[in-house]
């Protein structure tokens, strides 16, 4: 299920009351008919074993609430939406359920402010455009007879607007 071995300290985890630790894993025992699942990290194990059709059940609910799955003195892992939290402070499932709702939300409101950052440069960069080609360059030299059309002047004339779509003019 997880590599025993996942153990993160995600940004967004410190300072939370709830670690992200994925080395739980779940082993079977037993006959299918007698097969009992077990939460264990390392030497630690749960208490108590699931049947196969409990063990179906909390992975069903572990997608809507947490599920206290491994119980330590001091610690309690919690299991909710395929991951694994490790709680030191005594947390029960309305408050588990808060801080993960709260960091998921953060999390997905920091995504989208990336995003709209993102898309915000892109329209003001632009997608880029290509150089104006020398023949219409030259084209436009000769009809204008080598001088500004608003002014006249014929220093520091352009090809692009004043500011170049090229960087962002309009």
Same mark, same amino acid.
């Given at each position: 299920m997880h590599d025993p071995k996942a153990v993160s300290k995600v940004p967004d985890d410190a300072g939370e009351m709830l670690t992200r630790d994925n080395r739980c894993e779940w082993v079977s025992e037993g006959a299918w008919f007698w097969r009992r699942w077990y939460c264990c990290l390392g030497e630690a194990r749960a208490a108590r074993g699931l049947s196969s059709g409990d063990y179906r059940d909390l992975l069903e609910q572990q997608e809507s609430e947490p599920v206290a799955v491994l119980a330590m003195p001091r610690r309690t892992y919690w299991m909710f939406r @395929?991951?694994?939290y490790r709680d030191e402070d005594g947390l029960d499932v309305a408050e588990v359920r808060a801080l993960l709702l709260d960091r998921m939300r953060r999390r997905q409101r920091q995504i989208e402010n /990336?995003? /709209? &950052?993102? %898309? /915000? %440069?892109?329209? #003001? =960069?632009?997608? @880029? &455009?290509?150089? =104006?080609?020398? %023949? #219409? &360059?030259? /084209? #436009?030299?000769? &009809?204008?007879g080598g001088r500004c059309v608003r002014c006249g002047g014929q220093r520091n004339l352009e090809f692009d607007h004043v500011i170049p779509v090229s960087l962002g003019g309009s």
């Open positions: @395929g991951d694994y /990336a995003m /709209a &950052r993102l %898309e /915000a %440069e892109e329209a #003001v =960069i632009g997608p @880029g &455009r290509a150089p =104006i080609p020398e %023949e #219409v &360059r030259l /084209a #436009v030299w000769r &009809r204008d």
